[in-house]
């Protein structure tokens, strides 16, 4: 029996070996990092650079706090004598930073032997390229080929090499610049050095010791671009007073999901994950236990849940304890029922008298309420979970200003000056620009959703949009207003889409060849012990 036990252990470990993270909430794969809060440490490692290295300039409330500044003649140099910083493993690279030039001559960004990442200047420093060099044998070089880069606007930059393709890219701003082929970064023992020869600031560097994939790109522009360090909540996360403090995400989606990103403490917009609020542990809600009842211990029927339609949160049937509620197919399909307390008794979701009884609130918008206390209290909480809220919690770029919809800006809106019932209550969401000054170009975007029949698992959806409140240039600048409102998904869509409805049966994910090789493992080990 002992080595019953001893064999489960084995394979137990073996698979929540994967599963094991770093102790804080960075990248288990990060090396160093180091944020440039007026000094040259390794906040995650022990990489600190010479403190008498630091350039004597700290810039305030530029990317991430605080960030440093090179008048040229400065360089942050950081010892490498351990051989940690050379990013030659056989899991690939990463190298990550903030940059924003002042007008600099050539310079290196940063340097070390095997990996230099230099800005080099195309017209007197106004403009200007990365250029990326990786390898001393036959070194490779890789330049930003997409646009020249302004001098006075900030990018980030990610260089990363995946050793399986033998593929090195760099990234600008979440966009592939250039890739090429790269057989071996190789090593190096000689310093890290950060600035020499720049003219400008540098933040916010990072090693990691495996390849990004474009979702972790993606992941790690869009958070530090809105004032998060890349660790989330395991750095400072400073955030200037001229910063727009939101929050974008705190789980990352795998890529088999389509990438991105949920917020903490919520669903995924098709069910299948939930952020856990405080640990920001991401759970897969068919498997993990809490998960579809946002984190509690029970589900009782009636309350918010994280599943597919179609689906209930209920005490998993495989579970010989019945202890921890999963996702479970549903045995009744919520449409067809016509009385609430049948409704409430199966565990589907009574809306209103007009709606009826549905499976899944968050497949409406905020038009089902009716009343401005029941569009206020949004018991559904369609405002930040129902249709169109893909968009909360987005950054995206226009004419080189960045702007972001803050997640807690999505909510239901009442747009009618009376308590009179009607057509009255839409999704509202904010749009600001990512950094701004005393007066912000900002506006309020209204969306109202029509939605027709669902006939045969398709329903036609389409929508009126508008901004409301606008502030600054949008106020005497059309075209620049009518270019965010675009890109921010505020303008009206008679046609519309076609979209799934119903109470489809959704596929489960997928079944790993470890889980069942371990599991065939332990029901042989089972009946040989049980045979002796």
């Known amino acids: ?159 990363t090499w995946l050793p399986a393709a033998q593929n090195l890219s760099l990234y600008i701003n979440n966009i592939l610049e250039n890739s090429t082929i790269l057989d071996n970064p190789d090593t190096s023992t000689l310093p890290l050095e950060i600035g020499e020869d720049f003219v400008g600031l540098i933040d916010e560097v990072a090693l990691y010791s495996r390849a990004f994939s474009a979702a972790d790109v993606k992941f790690h522009w869009q958070t530090s671009g809105g004032g998060r360090d890349y660790c989330y909540l395991g750095g400072s996360g400073d955030v200037s007073t001229t910063k727009t403090e939101f929050t974008l995400a705190g789980c990352q989606l ?156 999505c909510k239901c809106d009442w747009t009618h000056d009376t308590l009179t019932e009607g057509n009255y209550c839409m999704l509202g969401y904010d749009v600001m620009p990512d950094i701004y000054g005393d007066n912000p170009s900002t506006f309020r975007c209204q969306k109202d959703f029509s939605s027709g029949d669902c006939i045969d698992g398709k329903q036609h959806v389409n929508w009126t949009a508008g901004g409301v409140n606008p502030t600054g240039d949008f106020l005497t600048d059309e075209t620049k207003y009518a270019a965010v409102l675009l890109a921010a998904g505020c303008t009206t869509d008679l046609i519309g889409i076609q979209r799934d409805c119903g109470e489809p049966i959704v596929k489960l994910p997928g079944f790993s060849l470890f889980a069942l090789m371990s599991s065939l493992g332990i029901i042989g080990l089972v009946y040989f012990f049980k045979r002796e």
Not at 92 to 105: C, V
Not at 110 to 126: A, E, P, S, T
Request: net charge negative; glycine share 12%.
């Open 1 to 159: 029996m002992r080595w019953t036990i001893f064999a489960l252990g084995v394979l137990l470990l073996a698979g929540f070996a994967s599963a094991i993270s770093a102790i804080d909430d960075c990248d288990a794969s990060m090396v160093a990092y180091w944020q440039m809060e007026g000094n040259a440490m390794d906040s995650f490692g022990t990489h600190h650079g010479d403190p008498s290295s630091y350039p004597s300039v700290t810039a305030s409330d530029v990317f991430v706090g605080k960030a440093a500044g090179f008048d040229g003649t400065q360089m942050i140099e950081i010892d490498d004598s351990d051989n940690a910083l050379s990013l030659a493993g056989g899991g690939g690279f990463a190298i990550e930073f903030w940059f924003r030039s002042a007008s600099s001559p050539n310079a290196y960004l940063l340097n070390k032997g095997n990996y230099q990442i230099r800005w080099v200047d195309d017209d007197g420093g106004f403009t200007g390229h990365i250029e990326a060099t990786v390898g001393t044998n036959g070194p490779v070089t890789i330049s930003s080929a997409l646009s020249s880069l302004n001098a006075e606007v900030g990018y980030h930059v990610v260089l």
């Open 254 to 409: 795998p890529e088999s999901a389509g990438g991105g990103s949920i917020s903490a403490g919520s669903c995924s917009r098709n069910g299948m994950y939930y952020c856990e609020e405080v640990s920001l542990e991401l759970y897969e809600t068919f498997y993990d236990g809490t998960g579809c009842s946002f984190g509690a211990s029970t589900y009782v029927n009636g309350n918010p849940q994280c599943c597919p339609s179609g689906y209930l949160c209920k005490d998993d049937p495989d579970d010989e304890e019945g202890e921890l509620p999963v996702c479970n197919l549903r045995t009744v399909e919520c449409g067809t029922i016509l009385e609430q307390g049948l409704c409430d008794a199966a565990g589907c979701f009574w809306v209103d008298d007009t709606v009826g009884c549905v499976g899944n609130p968050s497949d409406y918008s905020c038009s089902i309420y009716r009343s401005n206390a029941s569009c206020q209290l949004d018991v559904w909480n369609v405002g930040s979970a129902g249709m169109g809220t893909a968009v909360c919690g987005t950054y995206f770029v226009v004419d080189n200003q960045g702007y972001v919809i803050p997640q807690d800006s």
